[in-house]
């Protein structure tokens, strides 16, 4: 990549700052080339596929909490209840619903990652995209990228259909990205990537299409296609850890189902054929470079 945002670049340094609105900020690091990647629970997130790819990256990173959005400005807990749990020591905790921020340092060929998992918002969304965008700007990030699924039309024994955005013409040519036509209802995944660009933070939304007649989380499948998506726009490797076994089992579990119901499985060769006819011409060298570059990347030594 040749634009200079997407390059690493070490940061000067600078003194820990305390950012307003923000809860349980541990102090802001220097970062190195830092890209933030986001995904919120909710109308973004079919099968949890968004939110379940951001929980193996806190994971496989070993992310380190940052901050907390504060949930009495976003949240209605009639509608997203604060969770009671017993701990280890048999005293019961309270977990309120909230966006949590985490740094994973050096993950990506070097580059530091800032991580934003969360569930949208009720109320106040303008604030709750300010404050991110506040967040992002604090900690010098070059790139947002911003994960999200959606139910459609698909069969689950294809690969997962991926559509990738850009609201950055930069970008657009960059990664060679097609402009979006989409007009209708937008979720907070939108408003995020509106806001961005508003504020001349280069981002992306990179989403998946679940199948809608196995729209019960979880999604593994949709979950790997996202991660494997985004180790292609920025260029690096992400362990997947158990994720391609789950992904089998899942669709296995789904073969299973669909071959007891015989219309459920007529439907699914419908939607095998339209999709075979679909993508017949995409099957180009193009595609298969890409899929041969990334089996190189995973076989790289860590």
Same mark, same amino acid.
């Given at each position: ?12 340094? !600078? ?21 933030? %990647?986001?995904?919120? =629970? ?17 994971? %496989? ?61 009720? %109320?106040?969304? !303008? ?36 559509? #990738? ?22 979720? %907070? ?15 992306? +939304? ?16 949709? +979950? ?11 260029? #690096? !490797?992400?362990? +997947?850890?158990?994720?391609? #076994? ?19 499985? =007529?439907?699914? !060769? +419908? ?5 075979? #006819? ?25």
């Amino acid at each position: 990549m040749d634009d200079p945002r997407l390059l690493a670049r070490a940061q000067a340094d !600078r003194p820990a700052r305390t950012l307003l609105h923000v809860i349980e900020l541990a102090g802001v690091p220097d970062l190195v080339d830092p890209v933030m %990647i986001a995904a919120f =629970e909710g109308w973004n997130d079919a099968g949890d596929a968004a939110s379940g790819a951001m929980a193996h990256l806190e994971q %496989i990173w070993g992310a380190e909490p940052l901050a907390a959005l504060d949930p009495e400005d976003y949240y209605d807990f009639q509608v997203n209840r604060p969770l009671v749990s017993i701990g280890a020591d048999g005293e019961r905790d309270l977990t309120w619903p909230t966006t949590q921020i985490s740094i994973a340092r050096q993950v990506l060929g070097g580059r530091d990652v800032v991580l934003v998992r969360g569930i949208e918002p009720n %109320i106040r969304w !303008r604030s709750f995209v300010t404050e991110l965008i506040d967040v992002a700007d604090e900690l010098d990030v070059g790139m947002v990228v911003v994960l999200g699924a959606l139910l459609a039309d698909v069969p689950h024994t294809r690969p997962v259909p991926l559509t #990738a955005t850009t609201g950055d013409a930069d970008l657009r040519v960059e990664l060679g990205l097609p402009e979006s036509t989409y007009e209708g209802p937008t979720g %907070i995944v939108g408003v995020l990537q509106d806001a961005c660009a508003r504020t001349g933070i280069p981002s992306l +939304t990179v989403w998946a299409a679940v199948p809608h007649y196995v729209a019960q989380p979880p999604c593994p499948k949709a +979950t790997l296609a996202l991660l494997a998506r985004v180790e292609d726009l920025l260029d #690096a !490797r992400i362990p +997947t850890g158990d994720l391609p #076994a789950d992904a089998r089992a899942w669709e296995l579990g789904v073969d299973e189902l669909a071959a007891e119901d015989p219309e459920v499985a =007529e439907y699914v !060769r +419908t939607l095998e054929e339209a999709k075979d #006819a679909t993508e017949l011409p995409e099957a180009s060298g193009e595609a298969i470079a890409r899929e041969f570059e990334r089996y190189l990347r995973r076989r790289a030594p860590d």
